[in-house]
């Protein structure tokens, strides 16, 4: 069975406060992960798709990372906007033909001003 | 990044009443369209999975009697809540998916808030 833990369960920053947040998985053949962003009250907003171990992809002050165990969120000098809950989720290949996630319980993301 | 849209964004009914949400891909055409509920404070939760023209897959424990899911074309799933009672109430949100290879991203609407009196 797939599994995502992602930590910390909250993070405050400061604005300007760079840090980081995981996402670990143990998935039957990793098809993809992915990165979404949740404001309250709305649905996931699309961040990240990543394939293989080693691939890296930056959006403004976003940059996600993936390695054989575990993915990075890097938040690099961010701004009260980019408080939201951020979730992870992979696709494994094993007996899932139509694209199930396994979604991780997110990270509750406050930057203060 | 793709477009999926919901409508209604809210809606409050009687309970026994049906609710119909539909679920459209606005740029392109989903392969697969999903439906989740979400708690207060939990993630996403699975209900079914639905491909176009064909029957839904429900994950264990959705009542497919109750949670009744229509994929009528690649740009538009429903989702009618039968009988709906108070439990029933919570945050369900769609996605649609090109699915294939290197293309297994799900767009997710903005979801629909459901409250039962």
């Known amino acids: 069975e797939d599994q995502v833990t992602q930590s910390p369960e909250a993070l405050r920053l400061q604005e300007g406060e760079s840090s980081s947040l995981n996402c670990s998985y143990t998935?039957?053949?990793?098809?993809?992960l992915f990165w979404y962003r949740q404001d309250p009250g709305k649905g996931p907003e699309f961040l990240f798709t990543l394939y293989s171990a080693g691939e890296e992809k930056e959006k403004e002050r976003l940059k996600a990372t993936l390695t054989k165990k575990e993915s990075f969120l890097h938040i690099t000098a961010p701004k009260p906007e980019d408080s939201a809950t951020y979730l992870c989720a992979v696709l494994g290949a094993g007996g899932t033909s139509y694209g199930k996630l396994t979604f991780g319980q997110g990270t509750i993301l406050t930057v203060h001003p | 990044g793709a477009v999926v849209s919901q409508h209604p964004s809210r809606v409050i009914c009687k309970s026994g009443t049906s609710v119909k949400i539909e679920c459209r891909s606005l740029?392109?055409?989903?392969?697969?369209m999903f439906w989740y509920r979400q708690f207060p404070k939990q993630s996403l939760m699975l209900m079914a999975t639905?491909?176009?023209?064909?029957?839904?897959?429900?994950e264990q424990g959705v009542e497919k009697d109750k949670f009744l899911i229509n994929h009528a074309s690649l740009t538009l799933s429903t989702l009618t809540v039968t009988s709906a009672h108070p439990e029933d109430s919570s945050f369900y949100i769609c996605?649609?998916?090109?699915?294939?290879?290197?293309?297994?991203?799900?767009?997710f609407g903005p979801g629909t808030r459901l409250t039962v009196l």
């Open positions: 996605s649609a998916a090109l699915l294939g290879l290197r293309t297994d991203t799900q767009y």
């Open positions: 998935v039957s053949g990793l098809r993809g």
């Open positions: 639905s491909n176009e023209g064909s029957k839904a897959t429900y």
């Open positions: 740029d392109f055409q989903a392969t697969t």
